[in-house]
């Protein structure tokens, strides 16, 4: 029996990891200011939310979640479980599944994801720290796809038409 995946159940591994709505929210806020006239923290919330309801998204992201939990366990086998544990440079996996989000919406969420996966603001600087217990090879990555989905999807809205150079 396939079991259903759901936005809840999205949200759920999220905050299980210590990630908040408010916190890909804030990814969003400081992302598009720049470019929204009258940007609210709500917009980005709404916009936030219709990005997670896309199945693909919630695949990709318990996806990631799962894989990062098995390193945690040390349940992958060598050499995966040293590459995603340490995060290597030039694993590039993590980004992949990340893409598959981002590419639901476009160049501008590219170009936000770029931006984001570099500079490593808000929460994603939380994720990123390799000196913690947790290991977030993927998630760091996915949040930032999150954000800079949502951020695509109010860019192309009525709401606003802007990206990060």
């Known amino acids: 029996m396939i079991h259903k995946i759901t936005i809840d159940l999205a949200i759920e591994n ?3 990891r210590g990630v908040t709505i408010e916190d890909i929210m804030d990814l969003v806020y400081d992302l598009q200011t720049p470019y929204v006239p009258n940007l609210t923290k709500e917009m980005c919330r709404n ?3 219709k990005v997670l ?7 990709a992201l318990l996806t990631g979640i799962e894989l990062d939990r098995l390193a945690e366990q ?16 030039l694993y590039g996996i993590d980004e992949i599944i990340a893409l598959s989000i981002v590419n639901v919406y476009g160049s501008i969420g590219l170009t936000n994801f770029g931006y984001v996966d570099k500079i490593k ?15 977030h090879t993927f998630l760091d990555d996915i949040v930032g796809a999150i954000a800079a989905a949502a951020s695509s999807r109010l860019a192309h809205s009525e709401e606003g038409a802007g990206v990060r150079d």
């Open 53 to 59: 309801a896309k199945r693909e998204v919630q695949n």
């Open 74 to 89: 040390k349940k992958l086998s060598s050499p995966i479980q040293e590459i995603i544990e340490s995060d290597e440079g």
């Open 14 to 16: 999220l905050e299980d």
């Open 47 to 49: 916009h936030v939310m």
């Open 121 to 135: 603001p808000g929460i994603l600087a939380k994720l990123n720290d390799h000196n913690q217990e947790k290991c």
